[in-house]
Structures are given as C-alpha cells and as structure tokens.
C-alpha cells in the first residue's frame, strides 16, 4: 500500500464551480502537510501549508486536515480557468528524514470556461 | 533570488550517450533533491543530498549519479542513457530536512529524451 493516495482525475468542472481535492494517508506520524500546484510544463510550486489539524484559509483556497481519519482536502472556491493545472498533495512527520516530503501522485484538474 | 535553476531545459540522447543536469540554488538551502516525473507515476525521488557532503539514494537512483558540488550545487549524471530514463527531471531545495517547516522549492524541470 502506497503512503499516499491520490485521485489522478483528470477531474473536469465548469468555471464557477467548487472545486474539492483529495489525499489519503497512511503514516499516522505525518504532522505537516502541503499542497503543490504544477501547470503544465512547469515545476511544482507551494500553494497551501498546514500543521496538524484543522483549517487554514488563503483567498479561494482552503486546505482542510483530518487527522484522525488520515485525509487532507483542498477546497478551491469560485473556480476559474487559470486554477487548470496538476495538484499534488505532500506530507512529512517532525525530524522524518533526510529523503524529505513524500509526494501523492497528482490530481490534474480541467476548468471549463 | 533566481530559486532554482537548472539547465538544459531540454536535451535528447541516444542510447548509451552521456550527460550531466545542472541544479543550482541561491537561497543558502542545506538540503537538495533530485527527482523523476513521469506520467502516471508522480514525482519519483532519485537522489537527495541532506546537507553538503553527503548524497543518498532514494526511490529509483539506478542508472543514476549526483555529486554535491558545493552547497549551491547538486548535478545529476546519467552514465550511460537508455531510453526508460525518458523523463522529466526537477531539481528542488529545501532550508534543511531536520526543518519543521520544509517547503521544497522546485526548478524549472528538465525534459530529457532518450532515443
């Protein structure tokens, strides 16, 4: 079983739309948890960072993290045609390892216009 | 601050051939990365390099070498390309893994064709 699952997608949405994305997890140690946002032909860049627990809002962005049900969601608000690109979730736990965050695969999302 | 820069930005090989990617970074980060992209499969890390002086494998590090140049510079060698290492290649840094907040920064990538 993989670390962290991750829907592919690609997941389609007319503009205007609210937009939910999702990531599963296995390693109950994982305490810091962000969201990646990668447009094509780009590198991933930081979108949202959470520690534990709970909410954290930026803008049309919120990230959302449950903890005891080991999923953590992005919920993008009044979704526009600039927000298509591949979201990919990653988490690491206090001192993990030298090797880093572990990364889910990717969701790639499509809004429509 | 330029982040992270890597060069080429493209390169095609055919089989057996050489060459190094070139990662570099201007934010005085002490831990950097090296890791695959290909469809289907996310992000794969290949090699990382937890402070200067000392590199590690990681997930798929066969076929692959790196060198810590120096604490700005974290290259990537394939010594002998085959076509499977058709991918796209990102560098990326991070202030130090021991960090409780240890946002990666990620170049630009590297789309690298093997013939």
């Known amino acids: 079983q993989k670390e962290v699952e991750q829907d592919p997608g690609p997941l389609s949405v007319p503009e205007g739309a609210i937009v939910s994305l999702n990531c599963t997890y296995s390693?109950?140690?994982?305490?810091?948890f962000m969201w990646y946002r990668q447009y094509s032909r780009k590198g991933p860049e930081l979108l949202m960072y959470?520690?534990?627990?709970g909410n954290k809002e930026d803008g049309r962005f919120t990230a959302q993290v449950d903890k005891s049900s080991k999923y953590i969601s992005l919920f993008i608000r009044d979704s526009q045609p600039s927000d298509s690109a591949t979201y990919l979730c990653?988490?690491?736990?206090?001192?993990?390892?030298?090797?880093?965050?572990?990364f889910g695969k990717g969701t790639h999302l499509i809004i429509q216009p | 601050n330029a982040g992270v820069t890597q060069t080429p930005k493209f390169q095609v090989l055919k089989t057996g051939q050489s060459m190094t990617l070139q990662c570099a970074q201007d934010?005085?980060?002490?831990?950097m990365y090296w890791y695959r992209q290909d469809p289907g499969m996310g992000l794969r890390l290949i090699y990382y390099?937890?402070?200067?002086?000392?590199?590690d494998k990681g997930e798929v590090p066969n076929g692959y070498n790196v060198s810590r140049l120096n604490k700005r510079e974290f290259s990537l060698r394939l010594e002998s390309a085959a076509p499977s290492q058709t991918s796209v290649y990102f560098c990326?840094?991070?202030?130090?893994?021991?960090?409780?907040?240890?946002?990666?920064?990620f170049g630009p990538g590297t789309r690298l064709t093997v013939l």
């Open positions: 990326a840094s991070t202030q130090s893994w021991r960090s409780s907040y240890n946002e990666q920064f």
């Open positions: 959470t520690y534990s627990s």
């Open positions: 934010m005085n980060h002490n831990s």
């Open positions: 990653a988490m690491s736990s206090p001192g993990g390892g030298a090797d880093g965050l572990t």
């Open positions: 390693n109950s140690a994982f305490q810091y």
């Open positions: 390099s937890a402070s200067e002086g000392t590199t």
